[in-house]
């Protein structure tokens, strides 16, 4: 489950045509792109990257750390240091094309209030779960467009931008970091299915949760998935033209080798 994870997630990491996940993602304020990423089990292991410049895949960083580490969290130099002794290539942090045209549009008003952010704030998340009932999820995401240099949202947080907890399901988060920290929206979701609600019902509290805490609700975005262990899904969002994937095809050993 940790490899349909990671792997899922890295392939909108290797895209360079997206703007808020990978290398490819639009820059601080400053022209850093600068990557947070997450890994999961069900079983209570986390691992994860914040600030890091450089690297394709902080997804796999983060795995790193959760399996070769002793710690769930490294930052900055810190998490890059490490990368390049797991045989990881830094990469000079140039922009794309597109991302510096953006930021040189932006820089022209340098307007650092967070917008409504539907198009480009698509952050990946991704909840897996096999037919064993084993669960994993992962998060990935450049963050804020055009954000204070050193900031880090909610993606790369374990209980914000995503939780799993193999007892009972997994949530994650895309949208504006900021408001799901300050709830810690999908270790809620999950609470919420612990007692009973199903993931619909878990994602809509956990929105509620937000637009209640945040007065600007109408000025946000926010979306929200959960998978419960039992294989329903649920998702919701503050505004729409949130949309996300469902795939219950059930593959055969075959279908690996
Ligand atoms: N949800 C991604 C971020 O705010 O950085």
Not at 13 to 25: K, R
Not at 127 to 144: F, H, I, P
Not at 177 to 187: I, K, P, Q
């Amino acid at each position: 489950m940790l490899d349909a994870a990671e792997r899922g997630v890295m392939v909108i990491e290797a895209d360079d045509s997206n703007g808020s996940v990978g290398l490819g993602g639009l820059p601080d304020r400053d022209g850093n792109v600068t990557l947070d990423a997450c890994i999961m089990h069900g079983d209570g292991r986390a691992g994860s990257v914040c600030f890091v410049q450089g690297i394709r895949h902080p997804i796999s960083v983060a795995r790193m750390v959760m399996e070769q580490t002793p710690h769930v969290m490294l930052v900055g130099k810190g998490a890059e240091q490490f990368a390049r002794e797991q045989g990881i290539t830094q990469k000079p942090n140039t922009l794309t094309d597109a991302a510096r045209a953006a930021w040189q549009k932006w820089l022209a008003e340098k307007k650092y209030a967070a917008v409504i952010n539907i198009e480009n704030h698509d952050t990946i998340g991704l909840l897996a779960l096999d037919q064993r009932g084993t669960m994993a999820g992962a998060c990935t995401t450049s963050g804020l467009a055009f954000k204070m240099h050193g900031r880090v949202g909610d993606s790369p947080i374990i209980g914000a931008g995503l939780f799993v907890d193999g007892d009972v399901g997994g949530a994650t988060c895309t949208g504006l970091g900021e408001a799901v920290l300050r709830t810690l929206a999908t270790h809620l979701a999950v609470e919420r299915m612990r007692i009973g609600d199903t993931p619909q019902q878990a994602c809509e509290v956990a929105i509620k949760r937000i637009i209640a805490k945040n007065p600007s609700w109408r000025d946000l975005q926010v979306g929200i998935l959960a998978l419960h262990r039992d294989g329903t899904h649920g998702a919701y969002s503050i505004q729409p033209g949130f949309t996300y994937a469902f795939n219950d095809e059930v593959r055969t050993a075959a279908s690996y080798l």
